[in-house]
């Protein structure tokens, strides 16, 4: 066995998301969404989502995830 494969991989930062913070029905088919970022208070505009379930697991902040 090699020393290298006993060295812990490195892990990726974490990424810094944006959570729900207003949703609801919208103009035509689908979901409407707003999000904002705890960390930076980062806010987005409306967007269209696909599933509620998607809107929660967040998207990446644009400002902290540069």
Do not use: Y
């Amino acid at each position: 066995m090699r020393q290298m494969d006993l060295l812990p991989k490195p892990q990726r930062t974490p990424r810094k998301l944006m959570h729900v913070v207003d949703a609801g029905n919208g103009p035509g088919p689908g979901r409407w969404a707003a999000f904002e970022c705890k960390h930076c208070g980062e806010r987005s505009e409306w967007m269209r989502i696909q599933s509620v379930t998607e809107a929660k697991r967040g998207i990446p902040c644009p400002k902290c995830n540069r």
